[in-house]
């Protein structure tokens, strides 16, 4: 979120002369300001003891090169729960198949299953390779944690992964209600719902684990 550029050097003027933050947060409430933009404004600077200026943090930044390994992350993060997700599905359609459409499905249900396990052989490797160079990259600079391609696409990830999860429930909920639910179709809800839900709670954990450091 963009600072408001008074407001900064409202806060940076305060924190100079001494005031503490509980005080400055307190006065630009009273004054109006919205609780998560004083929070911005004040996370803008360390707090470092016995240092006689405000000493600012590292801003977001967009590098090219990172911008690529992210996207390239990212974009197979997509391939594999897409392709893995398709996976179950036709275990589950071949352990539960419906006689009514088994001569049909067969044929198309081999040619998916080798199509997501060629999927998995390339994309799953490069994930992991990637993410194991942006871990190694963030040790050794932990500044690139505020890679805004990174923030963007997190987020971006969040809405995908909350929407998925939203219409899977909504799909589950029509279902019973409309006595259609079946076995079958319950562990497709679950696969989504597991895979889904575990790429929301692991992106949401490190978006909060960054704040906190931030914080801190």
């Known amino acids: 979120m963009a600072i408001n550029e008074e ?38 600077f360390a707090e470092i003891d016995e240092f006689p200026i405000p000493v600012p943090r590292p801003k977001l930044y967009l590098s090219a090169r990172e911008a690529f390994m992210y996207l390239v992350l990212f974009t197979t993060l997509y391939l ?6 398709r996976l179950i599905f ?19 249900a081999r040619q998916a299953t080798r199509f997501s396990v060629a999927s998995l052989v390339i994309a799953f ?3 992991l390779y990637i993410s194991l160079l942006i871990g190694r990259a963030i040790k050794r600079d932990p500044s690139k944690r505020a890679s805004k391609i990174r923030k963007w696409l997190t987020y971006m990830t969040l809405f995908v992964a909350a929407g998925v999860i ?20 319950g562990l497709k809800v ?3 719902a597991v ?6 709670g692991y992106y949401l954990w ?6 906190r450091e931030t914080e801190a």
């Open 7 to 44: 407001l900064l050097s409202f806060v940076k003027d305060a924190l100079a002369r001494g005031l503490s933050r509980a005080d400055i947060e307190n006065a630009l409430l009273q004054a109006g300001w919205k609780p998560d933009q004083v929070k911005s404004a004040l996370a803008a």
């Open 80 to 85: 594999t729960t897409f392709n893995f997700g």
């Open 90 to 108: 036709q275990f589950i359609n071949l352990a539960f198949p419906d006689p009514a459409a088994y001569a049909e499905f067969a044929d198309s």
């Open 125 to 127: 490797p490069i994930f």
């Open 166 to 185: 939203i219409g899977d429930l909504t799909a589950l909920v029509y279902s019973f209600l409309g006595g259609e639910l079946s076995l079958r179709f």
């Open 190 to 192: 679950m696969t989504v």
């Open 195 to 200: 895979i889904a839900g575990g790429i929301f």
């Open 206 to 211: 490190d978006l909060r684990q960054e704040e």
